[in-house]
């Protein structure tokens, strides 16, 4: 079945600096990737949605300033979460989508805990 | 916009009991609803997918059906095992968008 490999699965940094997470699909390729947040026993709010070659396009209320996402090829999306606050501290989980993803449903990856300090 | 909502938020069963799990949503033009599984600190396994036109999908011990002109989808968990303990999420696409959304799932726990 489809695989959607991402990475890293768990980063601390230090408040200012940025980091990078990325999303692979690994045997398929993904016209459409979405990213997600997800807040402790909350469920998964949807941050952005990006197509390969255009520019994403954000949720309401999220700053793509600070979320800077690419998709620059059909296998591989990354989200920059740039001057990272603590309050950016969260699960981050990308998901991908195939041709026929409307009949066979979106893979997800495995989540990147990120920590703040 | 599509509002989906998971009842219960939290289940703790012994072992061995059939279980539901329950599922809302507001738009009942859907392209398809999905299950999923998520384990504490992990990402989303998808358990079942039912599509507009069907009414129910099946895999070993889960069953999930689809009502959507209640605006209702249930999981069906048969014959409950620890290793079922997680935390269940379905999902629902709609609109010409066919992104997904998502319930805030629910908490199960499965005791020996």
């Known amino acids: 079945g489809a695989v959607v490999s991402q990475h890293p699965s768990r980063v601390i940094c230090k408040s200012g600096t940025s980091v990078k997470i990325e999303c692979r699909s690994l045997d398929f390729q993904a016209t459409t990737m979405f990213w997600y947040r997800q807040f402790p026993k909350q469920s998964l709010m949807l941050m952005a949605t990006s197509n390969e070659g255009s520019k994403a396009t954000y949720e309401q209320g999220v700053e793509k300033d600070k979320f800077l996402i690419n998709h620059a090829s059909l296998t591989l999306s990354t989200l920059t979460v740039t001057s990272a606050h603590p309050e950016d501290s969260s699960f981050y989980i990308c998901s991908a989508g195939g041709i026929g993803e409307r009949a066979y449903g979106y893979t997800f990856g495995s989540g990147t805990r990120l920590t703040v300090v | 916009k599509q509002e989906v909502t998971q009842i219960p938020a939290a289940l703790s069963v012994p072992e061995g009991e059939n279980l539901v799990l329950n599922c809302s949503f507001t738009d009942s033009a859907i392209y398809n609803l999905q299950w999923f599984r998520q384990d504490p600190g992990k990402g989303l396994t998808s358990l079942l997918l039912?599509?507009?036109?069907?009414r129910e999908q099946t895999s070993g011990r889960l069953n999930a059906s689809l009502d959507k002109s209640s605006g209702r989808s249930t999981l069906y968990i048969a014959a409950s095992q620890p290793g079922d303990s997680a935390t269940y999420l379905c999902?629902?696409?709609?609109?010409?968008?066919?992104?997904?959304?998502f319930g805030r799932g629910t908490s199960l726990i499965v005791h020996p």
């Open positions: 999902a629902s696409a709609s609109g010409g968008s066919y992104i997904p959304t």
């Open positions: 039912i599509q507009s036109s069907q």
